[in-house]
C-alpha cells in the first residue's frame, strides 16, 4: 500500500493530526498512534515495520490485538482513498 500523494497532512500541538482529501474535500482526523502510522506508510515501510516501530516506541508491549488494528486501520485508510494498492 502506498499513501496516496494528493492526500495533506496537517499535525496539530497536541500531537494529533489530520488528513485532508482534496479530491473529495473530506477531514480524517489522526490520534498519535495514528499518525505514526501514517509517518511510516509515508517511508514506504510495511505493516510489520510499522508494528515494531510502534512496539519500540511503547512504554508497554502491544498488545495481541496489534496487527489486527493495524490491518483495520489500514483498509479503512484504503476505503477513504487515503491509501493505494500500488
Excluded: C
Excluded at 5 to 25: H, K, Q, T, V, W
Excluded at 28 to 33: A, D, E, K, Q
Excluded at 70 to 82: S, T
Aim: avoid cysteine.
Amino acid at each position: 500500500m502506498k499513501v496516496n500523494p494528493e492526500i495533506i497532512l496537517r499535525e496539530e500541538f497536541d500531537g494529533s493530526a489530520f488528513l485532508f482529501n482534496p479530491d473529495d474535500g473530506q477531514i480524517f482526523g489522526l490520534n498519535p498512534t495514528a499518525k505514526f502510522i501514517w509517518k511510516s506508510l509515508a517511508r514506504d515501510e510495511t505493516p510489520e515495520q510499522i508494528l515494531a516501530g510502534l512496539a519500540e516506541h511503547s512504554a508497554s508491549p502491544l498488545p495481541p490485538e496489534a496487527e489486527k488494528d493495524l490491518n483495520d486501520f489500514l483498509l479503512q485508510l484504503q476505503d477513504k482513498g487515503y491509501l493505494s494498492r500500488n
